[in-house]
């Protein structure tokens, strides 16, 4: 049976360089592209993070290019952009958002922050490809405040860490900056 394997396999690498030899000199077929490309986006019901930016932690800085974005859309659109958009690349971090010229209804965009509002971004960043950091602080600021909120209802730092699926030691940190937290995040 190995045999046979073997010799399948060195069958299908002589195809490949006979296909390789044959096309060899041949221009490549120009891959159509369409005018504008927009990647879809993930498909996201809920926003927790931008409710929580908009409420609890107002006070929790964002970063430059999502304040930026903010002053124009307001803070809890300028999350909703941040957590409808998919990582692009090898580091999960780096959202890329390109935002058209002209935004239709239907535009996935406007479906995430509304038509009126798409329009003001559309108005202000119009054919730019927007840099969307993922929002490290804020995040970090949402999980403290849910296991503080469960620790003040009694929870133990196990059940803290199995409810948000962290680790123990990850849980009792949260809980180590609860101090820090609670002058930032608004009650």
């Not at 958009?85 to 090898?90: E, K, P, Q």
């Not at 890329?96 to 995430?112: K, W």
């Not at 969307?132 to 503080?148: E, F, I, Q, V």
Request: hydrophobic share 40%; glycine share 8%.
């Amino acid at each position: 049976m190995g045999t046979v394997d073997d010799l399948k396999h060195e069958v299908a690498n002589l195809r490949k360089l006979l296909d390789q030899a044959q096309r060899a000199g041949q221009r490549k077929p120009a891959a159509s592209v369409p005018a504008v490309y927009q990647p879809d986006l993930p498909a996201v019901v809920r926003y927790p993070l931008a409710e929580f930016a908009a409420g609890r932690g107002r006070n929790v800085p964002l970063p430059e290019s999502v304040h930026e974005i903010a002053e124009v859309i307001g803070r809890r659109n300028a999350v909703r952009l941040v957590e409808g958009t998919r990582a692009t690349g090898a580091r999960k971090w780096r959202r890329q958002l390109y935002v058209p010229g002209s935004i239709p209804e239907d535009h996935r965009i406007a479906s995430m922050i509304g038509i009126e509002t798409a329009l003001k971004l559309s108005h202000s960043h119009a054919n730019c490809i927007l840099e969307l950091p993922s929002c490290h602080g804020l995040r970090k600021a949402y999980m403290a405040d849910h296991a503080l909120r469960q620790w003040d209802a009694g929870a133990s730092v196990a059940e803290i860490g199995r409810d948000m699926g962290i680790e123990i030691k990850t849980a009792q940190g949260l809980l180590d900056q609860a101090d820090y937290w609670r002058r930032r995040l608004e009650i």
